[in-house]
């Protein structure tokens, strides 16, 4: 089958503001693993991140953009950081690249947890291990 363009006015072209999905995406299944909710936050921070991935939303603000409740929220955002597809340290977002994405751990060693919030000691040493080798 000959593949053309349906609409050559309307050709996508890469933006300057950098915004666009990457295919593995798709082909290497991480979609399969999240959660509509999740999809929703990591499209919304890919859309919103500058050229480094970097982003600053408040909580407030993505539970009323995404309308989502603060705990789905979170639950959005921990299985991102869980699949290496973002970091987060608040209030700062980082969406990562997919070819650095570590598959097989739990979470990263930079969860975004703070003082008060639990970490996944058997997923940090993993991590640490996985940089060391």
Not at 25 to 40: F, K, N
Not at 78 to 97: D, E, F, I, K, N
């Given at each position: ?34 959660s ?15 050229a ?16 989502l ?65």
């Amino acid at each position: 089958m000959d593949k053309r363009p349906i609409c050559f006015s309307k050709l996508r072209k890469v933006p300057k503001q950098f915004s666009w999905l990457d295919q593995r995406l798709v082909r290497e299944r991480y979609i399969d693993q999240l959660s509509h909710h999740a999809c929703a936050l990591y499209l919304f921070l890919v859309t919103v991140a500058d050229a480094q991935g970097l982003s600053y939303y408040a909580e407030p603000s993505l539970c009323q953009r995404l309308s989502l409740p603060c705990p789905e929220l979170h639950e959005a955002r921990q299985a991102l950081m869980t699949l290496g597809l973002v970091a987060y340290q608040r209030p700062l977002y980082q969406v990562l690249a997919l070819d650095t994405a570590p598959r097989g751990a739990t979470t990263s060693v930079s969860t975004g947890a703070t003082d008060d919030e639990p970490v996944d000691i058997k997923a940090v040493f993993a991590r640490i291990w996985e940089v060391l080798t």
